[in-house]
């Protein structure tokens, strides 16, 4: 247990569904990351928030759609998506950015059908 | 272009051998380096990290060198135990060059033979 709690698990959606990850951390942490992990792919950064603010956006496309309400909760909101947006989002946090340990949550296995 | 390249895909080590993952990167302004592990249905955690100002650095089983000049690290384990079994992420960035979050590279897939 990391301290860094991702639900749902596992998420079948189709091409027109809406629906969104939660990720949460009790570690009083206050920079937060989603990254996708593709097979035979590196870890691909997605976004990151520090201080509830979004510092970076990796040209993700429009059909994530990133929410940090405060520093403990970061959401991704899907819409739209494609069969190749299947992959497994991994959501971590670090104290501060750059040198910070990040901790990863366990990660939601989506399949777009 | 990947900046952090992990070469080897995956790798087989019999138990109570060294086991010896390989990264190199390729920005010069990458000054911290890390190792992640992460077993199957698990996110990565963390298991030992570098700073540029050193060219070695060991927890227990583990140790971690740096060669800068080259721009390559690698992680030793010895000795190798079943549980090692795992995929191994190579990570970098740079304090100097602001707060740059980590770059990680493919991983490589570790098994150790009992």
Redesign the interface.
């Known amino acids: 247990e990391?301290g860094?709690t991702?639900t749902p698990r596992h998420l079948v959606m189709g091409m027109t569904n809406k629906k969104s990850l939660k990720c949460e951390q009790h570690l009083g942490h206050n920079a937060m990351?989603w990254y996708k992990q593709s097979a035979?792919?590196?870890?691909e950064?997605m976004f990151?928030y520090?201080f509830k603010e979004q510092?970076?956006n990796n040209s993700v496309p429009s059909r994530f759609s990133p929410e940090c309400p405060n520093s403990s909760h970061l959401f991704l909101h899907l819409h739209t998506l494609q069969p190749e947006d299947s992959a497994l989002y991994?959501c971590?946090s670090s104290l501060?950015?750059?040198?910070d340990?990040?901790?990863?949550?366990?990660?939601t296995r989506l399949s777009v059908l | 272009d990947q900046q952090v390249k992990q070469n080897s895909p995956s790798l087989s080590v019999q138990e109570g051998r060294i086991s010896i993952l390989n990264c190199d990167y390729t920005n010069s302004m990458f000054d911290y380096f890390l190792w992640y592990k992460k077993y199957p249905a698990e996110g990565p955690t963390f298991l030992i990290s570098i700073s540029s100002i050193k060219d070695k650095n060991e927890d227990g089983r583990f140790t971690v060198f740096l060669n800068k000049s080259a721009k390559h690290l690698s992680l030793h384990i010895v000795p190798s135990q079943p549980g090692d079994s795992a995929v191994y992420f190579c990570a970098a960035s740079g304090i100097n060059s602001g707060n740059t979050p980590l770059v990680f590279g493919k991983g490589t897939r570790l098994s150790v033979i009992a």
């Open positions: 990391t860094v991702q990351y035979k792919k590196p870890l950064l990151v520090n510092t970076e991994l971590a501060g950015l750059s040198t340990i990040q901790y990863f949550g366990a990660g």
